[in-house]
């Protein structure tokens, strides 16, 4: 009986071992002779699932930020407006080791990203969602009376971006000025200052 | 007559060579036999200068951090308390062309920094001296009355910092985000916190 190959399951384990193979030493570490390797694949075969190794790249970054956003639709099921903003930025936010983790890596994705259209567009899009679910919240909060700032929406929505962007960068190469404290801290201000006419 | 050779100014040459490079590709296309021919050295006469690619790129990081350190000094100079914290994020955010040029390449060896301990070093000493001049703002500010914020001057140097970090990542990938006028609206914003008691 010949065998049944589950091509979609291939291309899952594909992307999963070089998403492993970056978590352990970045994307350069992530060749195609070594995630053929761990893969157990011979190394010509990859050809038969992906176009080259940025396609890999690319659909490992895709599995990286789906985790998180999943991570994020966990955080704020059943929360509205403030609540909701605080359960996505401390989803979001590098408050725990595995985020510590992630951020590493997106620091790698993000240097590739500047020279790769394909990795920008993908966080392009993660962007706009942020930006559409924050928004969101903001409207919400705004109806509830809970928000009374004057701030625009896009500007707190920015300022969420480049703190959470921030704390990435700091929580790996300055770890002193990024702590789980000042982090929390920095975010209940935000939050504060929404509520503040 | 024998000819004198400026050693030290061939180093400098050579380093200005791999900016240049780094400006150009990235990292990953400063390669030494790139740095030779650019520097009009032969491959192997680099070696008499740097002990490898791994120095050379520090001596470029590190040309690359003093000369926003200098742009600073130069921002700061003869300003005193909240005027200067001014002066300094102005001219450390990337408000314009060339400090955008800057935050790409910064994206560059801050993942590069992850795995090699000279750039993080480097990078640490930077924020380090931020930290220190910072501080020196914040108390000029508070002995004259005009920063009256119960925040301790950790927490509203490490938002300065996040918001720089996070500023230099969204001006390259998420530029809509990032704008100049968003940036200068955050930081005034940051400012007039720190005169509310």
Known sequence: MPKIIDHDQRRADIVDVTWQLIVEGGIEAATMREIAARAGFANGALKHYFSGKDQIIKDAYERGLGMMERAILTAVTGKRGIAAIRAHCTAALPLDESRVLAGRIQLGFWDHAVS??????????????????????????????????????????????????????????????????????????????????
């Open 116 to 197: 790769n259209p394909d990795l920008a567009e993908l966080f392009g899009r993660h962007i706009e969602e942020w930006r559409s679910a924050l928004a969101g919240y903001l409207e919400e909060g705004r109806a509830s009376g809970e928000i009374r700032t004057t701030l625009a929406n896009e500007t707190v929505i920015s300022n969420i971006m480049l703190l959470n962007s921030g704390a990435n960068v700091l929580c790996i190469l300055a770890p002193e000025v990024s702590t789980t404290e000042v982090q929390e801290e920095l975010l209940e201000l935000l939050l504060h200052q929404l509520t503040q006419p």
